[in-house]
Structures are given as structure tokens and as C-alpha cells.
């Protein structure tokens, strides 16, 4: 099982509205300074819970705490290798900064999932770390270090935490769906 990953710094998640902006002002270069895959997690609307804005989607296990993910609108996360982590068989997930994608909630293990590709594969692999929360992909929960393809536009759940998947195309037909009018 082959990894092959361009190793980047890490980078933060960033608002959705900050892709907009890249978006609208050159398609092309944006396109271009894409990763191969990013996560997209929205927070829950008042709506989305019965207007009471009391049941927010995005809570520990335990119902404990404030949310302290994307309290402030969507965020897209970078699906890529960090220079720093030495996890040689892809791209982890988890709550701790130590992971690629840091998912800060407490339902989130210190170290949730890992995504990977192999050889021949075109797309990318999830794999569940044997969390204590358990990672789902298409409402599907996945067996512990068991690699299952992911699909582009994918819902995927680590602990708590809902996130859509996309490929680089992928996302670039998610905002331009957006972006119509």
C-alpha cells in the first residue's frame, strides 16, 4: 500500500466565504492552488434545529459544552499531509494538532481516522482508527482499520462532527451551484 501525498505545511480551515472570494475573483488560479480533497463542515441553522437554537448538531457525546467547531459558519479543511506528522499511511484525523485535519470537539478522538490512496486507485481511502465515536461514511459506520473508498460529495462523521468530502472538482461544482443564481 503505496501513500502518495505532496507533504505541505499545514494549513488552517478556513471560512467558506474566504473560498468564495478566491473563487469569484480568478476560477482558474484558485482551481489550481487546490488540494487532491478538502472537508466542508456547516454548522447547524436554528432551523435545522427546531428554531429553539437549544439541539446543535455539533456536541460532544455526552451533550457537555459549547460546540468549538464552525460556530461561525461553514469551514473547509485541507485534505493534506503535514510536514510534521510522521503517520506514514496518510492523512490523519483528529482532535489533537499533532493530526493533518484537526477536528477540535470532544467527540473526536486524539487521533480519529486516517485518509490514504493507494496505487491504482484514483481516489481516496477513510479509515477508522478504532475511535471510541466511531467515523461513519454515507451513514454507514465504519469497521476499525478497515479502508473503505470515499465518495466525492461523501457525508462523512467523525465522533459528532458531520463534514461533507470533496474532491477538487468536486468542490469547485459545490460553489458553482452556490454562486447560481
Known amino acids: 500500500m503505496a501513500c502518495e501525498h505532496p507533504v505541505r505545511t499545514p494549513r488552517m480551515p478556513e471560512p467558506l466565504s474566504a473560498h468564495v472570494s478566491r473563487y469569484l475573483r480568478n476560477r482558474e488560479v484558485f482551481e489550481r492552488n487546490l488540494p487532491a480533497a478538502l472537508l ?3 454548522p447547524a441553522t436554528e432551523e435545522d434545529s427546531g ?3 437549544e439541539e446543535y448538531r455539533l456536541k460532544t457525546v455526552t451533550n457537555a459544552g459549547n460546540p468549538t467547531l464552525g460556530a461561525s459558519g461553514p469551514l ?3 485534505v493534506v ?3 510534521t506528522n510522521a503517520f506514514g499511511r496518510g492523512i490523519t484525523v483528529g482532535r489533537t494538532g499533532n493530526n493533518d485535519v484537526v477536528l477540535d470537539d470532544g467527540s473526536v478522538s486524539r487521533f480519529h481516522a486516517w485518509f490514504s490512496q493507494e496505487e491504482g486507485h484514483a481516489g481516496f481511502l477513510l479509515t477508522d482508527a478504532g475511535s471510541k465515536n466511531g467515523s461513519w461514511a454515507g451513514g454507514v459506520r465504519l469497521v476499525p482499520r478497515k479502508a473503505v473508498p470515499v465518495a466525492d460529495g461523501a457525508r462523512l462523521r467523525f465522533g459528532q462532527v458531520e463534514v461533507g468530502f470533496y474532491t477538487t472538482s468536486g ?3 459545490m460553489l458553482a451551484v452556490r454562486m447560481a443564481p
Request: proline share 7%.
Open 40 to 42: 466542508v463542515f456547516t
Open 51 to 53: 428554531g429553539d437554537g
Open 76 to 78: 473547509v479543511f485541507p
Open 81 to 83: 499531509k503535514s510536514r
Open 171 to 173: 468542490f469547485m461544482r
